[in-house]
């Protein structure tokens, strides 16, 4: 499928059913984890490699109002993704739909994807040594299906589509809820420091409130350490070895040559 | 006075023993660090997994942050002697990098200024494999421990950080190396025996040789009389 599709989470509309999650650990196959409480409703601390798409529950009192929000969060599948770039063993890559997605038998466990990800989303599972994320679903968008979250969304507050239907949905939701929400905004719509994302938002209020980084990035040094330092390095390594090489091929020579003017005797040091 | 005739005390035993440790940790960092590094030794995982290279390059990296310390207890006076040659940067190891290629090929150039204990090369190699040391072991501790502490703005730095150290690192040990196990095999005897031939003193390190002389330590009668008879 070569079209580029997107999800759309509209945050006014969740109501923290957590039917998003069961449907992702039920498609995957993952268990369920078993959490203390700490005086918080929302099921899990954060992302974890049993658990690849958390409801995050946050409660906050402003002038006086008492807020309960919820955003859906799982890896927001980057125009250009951190991860796959500082990944050493090319184990991430974007498909043409739009996830990233993890091959597993590339993947060594390094971490390097979770070090690099502006959002703190995979996480290396310590029993596998593998990395784990949410990959959209890729199997199931491949066959043209729906991914199981947005399939299963009680309250249809996950659209998916193509990339361009959920851009124009996104802009229209957010006029409809704008009377409600003055600070209603998008968030991965537009090109931003990880060139947009496929997992897009309609967001009740800034980024912070929901611990949405303001303007995530892939980081320069990323791309430093990829494009140059590491063929450099490489190259350097390889440079020593032959310059090593060739010094010791022509100090033989020289030696030899000396020792053939000198009529047999060598060199005394 | 001479060590059996001809040899002079170049290294003490404990610095000895903490340069060879050093050895062992780098290269065993660097083997174990290579198929991260570049898809050709991808291979190596056909032999231990990546956890089990990972687990002998934390395992490695603790020797080589332990071993300095080490040598501060083993070897203190070498280690002093060291920190201060390589600080004692004048004219004649300037000009000493312009004779260098010359001299490394075995064309003995004339004009190569005397050098000390430590000629200009090893002065430059150790600061680089000192800077190179403190910038592994800082970015590969963050690496490591750093990632609830430091700020992700701060970790993105340490992979490019370490890797460009390893890179550096690398390189220098290749030179070190190569000069000492094929260019001034007689170097090597420093780092086994503790001791160098004074012929080789004399030769490569003859401002060294000369302080000797100076110091009453050696004479120049007996150092003369070994030279004359290992050219023979």
Redesign the interface.
């Known amino acids: 499928m070569a079209t580029e599709m997107a999800m759309l989470h509209d945050v006014s509309r969740c109501t923290g059913c957590r039917a998003c999650m069961v449907a992702c650990k039920q498609w995957k196959e993952l268990p369920a984890e078993s959490t203390p409480f700490d005086g918080n409703l929302q099921s899990h601390k954060g992302l974890s490699p049993k658990t690849y798409n958390l409801i995050k529950m946050t409660e906050r009192t402003e002038n006086d109002t008492f807020h309960w929000d919820f955003i859906k969060f799982q890896c927001m599948h980057c125009a250009h993704p951190a991860c796959a770039k500082g990944c050493p063993k090319g184990a991430l890559h974007k498909t043409e739909s739009g996830a990233v997605v993890l091959n597993k038998e590339k993947c060594i466990g390094c971490g390097y994807c979770a070090d690099n990800c502006p959002f703190d989303v995979p996480k290396v599972d310590e029993q596998t040594h593998k990395s784990t994320k949410c990959d959209l679903c890729a199997d199931r968008i491949e066959n043209g299906m729906t991914p199981a979250c947005a399939q299963t969304c009680t309250a249809r507050a996950i659209d998916f589509g193509k990339k361009d239907d959920m851009i124009t949905l996104a802009h229209s939701r957010l006029n409809d809820i704008k009377g409600s929400f003055p600070n209603a905004q998008l968030y991965g719509v537009d090109k931003n420091g990880v060139g947009g994302t496929h997992m897009m938002y309609i967001l009740t209020d800034s980024p912070a409130v929901y611990g949405l980084p303001a303007n995530p990035k892939t980081n320069d040094a990323i791309d430093l350490w990829k494009d140059i330092i590491r063929p450099v390095g490489q190259l350097m390594g390889v440079g020593a070895i032959v310059g090593a090489a060739g010094a010791y091929a022509l100090t033989k020579a020289i030696a030899k040559k000396h020792k053939d003017e000198k009529g047999g005797k060598s060199d005394a040091d | 006075m001479l060590i059996d005739h001809k040899y002079v005390h170049r290294h003490e035993k404990g610095f000895i023993i903490c340069h060879w440790l050093n050895a062992l940790a780098f290269i065993m960092l660097y083997l174990t660090a290579l198929?991260?590094?570049?898809?050709y030794f991808?291979f190596f995982?056909t032999i231990l997994?990546?956890?089990t290279f990972?687990i002998l390059h934390r395992t490695f990296a603790v020797l080589f942050i332990v071993t300095p310390v080490l040598s501060l207890f083993l070897a203190p006076k070498s280690m002093k002697h060291w920190a201060k040659q390589i600080v004692d940067v004048g004219l004649d190891d300037i000009k000493f990098f312009i004779y260098f290629p010359l001299e490394?090929?075995?064309?003995?150039p004339k004009g190569m200024p005397k050098q000390g204990f430590y000629n200009a090369g090893e002065k430059l190699n150790s600061a680089l494999q000192i800077c190179a040391w403190f910038l592994l072991v800082f970015s590969g501790l963050a690496?490591w421990f750093g990632?609830a502490s430091l700020s992700?703005?701060t970790?993105?730095?340490?992979?490019?950080l370490h890797?460009?150290a390893?890179?550096?690192a690398?390189?220098g040990f290749?030179?070190h190396?190569?000069l000492a196990m094929?260019?001034n095999p007689?170097s090597m005897r420093g780092m086994k025996a503790g001791n160098i031939h004074i012929?080789?003193a004399k030769?490569h390190h003859e401002a060294w040789y000369e302080e000797l002389i100076a110091r009453g330590e050696i004479s120049r009668e007996e150092a003369e009389k070994a030279i004359k008879e290992?050219?023979a």
């Open positions: 198929p991260l590094y570049s898809k991808h995982y997994s990546p956890y990972q490394a090929l075995g064309l003995h690496l990632g992700k703005e970790m993105y730095w340490m992979v490019p890797s460009a390893a890179g550096l690398f390189a290749i030179g190396f190569y094929f260019a007689d012929r080789y030769a290992n050219n």
